[in-house]
């Protein structure tokens, strides 16, 4: 069984800065896809910022130059760091993972439980 747990959210002004982390457990082989999605208030679960295994990173056009994910495969875990905080930022923060597990050596997809990010006016 694999976990994925976030840390991090909350409260802050516009123009602030919030660190999300996510650390996976578990019987875990590998990860390759790392991702972080949210989910605004009443609209669909987007893509913010995503990183593989080789080392490449991408991230939303609404998000470039202010967010930067990065990840630890020593440790398992995958941040991103948000600078310059919008109140569209606004959301629920959802960490996600194609982790190799099992003694199939199998990859599965697995979300996190979402943390909130509330960015004030």
């Known amino acids: 069984q694999v976990q994925l747990v976030e840390s991090g959210g909350g409260l802050v002004q516009a123009g602030g800065s919030l660190r999300l982390s996510c650390a996976a457990s578990?019987?875990?082989?590998?990860?390759?896809?790392m991702g972080w999605y949210r989910q605004p208030p009443g609209k669909q679960r987007e893509l913010v910022a995503s990183?593989?295994?080789?080392?490449?990173?991408n991230a939303a056009d609404s998000v470039k130059g202010r967010f930067t994910i990065s990840r630890d495969d020593s440790k398992n875990t995958v941040d991103l760091q948000m600078n310059s905080l919008k109140p569209e930022d606004t959301a629920v923060y959802y960490c996600?993972?194609?982790?190799?597990?099992?003694?199939?050596?199998?990859?599965?997809?697995?979300w996190g439980q979402g943390t909130q990010v509330l960015v004030s006016s």
């Open positions: 996600y993972a194609d982790v190799v597990t099992g003694a199939a050596r199998r990859q599965y997809g697995y």
């Open positions: 578990g019987s875990i082989f590998s990860i390759n896809f």
């Open positions: 990183t593989t295994s080789g080392g490449s990173t």
